[in-house]
Each structure stands twice: as structure tokens, then as C-alpha cells.
């Protein structure tokens, strides 16, 4: 008998590691793995909601400051660039208009779901692969703590709900900056302005909006933890899975703006 072929050692070293592609759909097949445990358990008593209502307050009110501050510059920043061009052919009476739609159709959702993946999604996955790797998680399910449960589904609930709240706010901060350099150039009421901002606005936008933040906001959180609940090797795999949440969380929302783009101007047409 071949010694060679009995020596774990030997099979180890001849033993081919597993391809890019193969890795890949490895990856892919814990992602569904990984969001369909989040749809199985998330509804599910027990319920978490004292730490739900954490998790709102620390992603929802503390971006408040960095949201308020962004908002109100590109609505500020917009107005002005938007005006030479509607001046050419003497339609700045459709300013309003034009700064409301793009707002809420758009810049609103997009931005505070970038905003957020970048101070959300970085902070989610630190600090779940903080408690990876410190074998916090572990530790929690020896006490017959359910830790998905805890840290995970709580999370992804809060960014769910709290990202959509946080687009309608960037939308009037960002009203009330196109307000303030409309004001500094023409001699428009408050009412008027907003009457003129929101009489183009329909239903469909509304919805629209809602719908991609509710859909951003739960890639946020689901990367996040994902990249944190699964990270590895110390103080490395902590700054990895911060950095990857930002990443693919931004890569995807990018991808889902560009889908429900042609999907909700398929209502409009």
C-alpha cells in the first residue's frame, strides 16, 4: 500500500484550494444563508425591541447632525448650479419645481443612504467584528443568548426603519437650503416657494422614495452585520469587515438606484 497516499499531510499539499469563482458562489451561498436566517428569526418572538429602539436612536438621531449639515448644503448647491441653466431660457420660475422633484425623486434617498453606509454600515461592522473576535458572539450563545437575534436583527430592523425617516428629513433640510438661496436672489415668499416646490410631486414619487430607502436601508444593515458576524483573524478582520461594509454597501446601493430607476419609469411613461 502507497504510504504517500495515507499521509494527511501529503493530501493536505496536493489538495487544490478552491478558485475565485468557486469562492464566489461560496460567498454568495452564505450571503442568502445569512438573509434568509434574518427573515426566519426577525419575526419571530422572542422580541428584542429595547435594543431595536437603541439601535434607532443610535442611527437614526445621531446622524441627524451630519444629515441636517449635507442636506442642507446640496440643496443649497443645487439650487445655484440649476439656476444659469433655466435662466438661458427664462424658466426660473421652474426652479422650485425642478430643486423639489430632483430631491425627493433622487438626492434625498441617495444621499442618506451613502451618508449612512458610510457612518452606519463602518460602525455596524467594527463593532460586531469587534465581538467576533474578542468571542463575545461565542460567549452569548453559551449563556443561551441568541445572538443573531440580539445583534444582528435588531440592526438591520433599525436601519430598515430609520433610513427612510432620515430621506423625507434630508428633503425639507434640503428645501429649506434651496429656500435660503432663492431668498438671496429673488423676492419669493416661504409659501410660495414650497407651493411651487410640491404642486409637481405625486404619489408615485412619494412611494418610489420610500420604497428605495426602505431597500438601501436594509442593505446597509444586512452588509454591515455580515461583514462583522463573519469577520476573522484579530484586529485585521475588524478594520476589513468596517471597510468591506462601506464598500459593498455603497457598490449595491449604487446598483439599486440604477434598478429602481427603470423600474419606477415604467409607472411614469
Known sequence: MDNKAE?????QKQAKPPGKITRMFLTLYDVCQFVTRFFKEGFLPPYEGKEL??????????SL???SLTG???GIVFTKQSRPSLAEFGATSWLPSLVGIALLRTLAPLLTSLIAAGKVGSSIGAELGSMRVTEQIDAMEVSATNPFKFLVTTRVLASTIT??????????VGMLGALLNVSLFEDTSARAFFQASLEQITFLDI?????????FGFTIGIVGCYQGYNSSK?????????????????????IEEVVSVQFFGLFRT
Do not use: H, W
Not at 53 to 61: K, L
Not at 164 to 170: A, D, G, K, S, V
Not at 207 to 215: E, F
Open 72 to 74: 442642507f448644503i446640496t
Open 207 to 215: 412611494t418610489a422614495s420610500t420604497v428605495k430607502a426602505i431597500i
Open 65 to 67: 447632525a451630519l444629515i
Open 53 to 62: 429602539m437603541r439601535q434607532c436612536y443610535d442611527i437614526g438621531y445621531r
Open 7 to 11: 499521509n494527511p499531510a501529503i493530501l
Open 234 to 254: 484579530g484586529t485585521e478582520g475588524v478594520g476589513k469587515a468596517a471597510n468591506s461594509a462601506v464598500v459593498i454597501g455603497m457598490f449595491l446601493i449604487f
Open 163 to 172: 433610513i427612510p425617516i432620515l430621506t423625507f428629513y434630508t428633503a425639507m
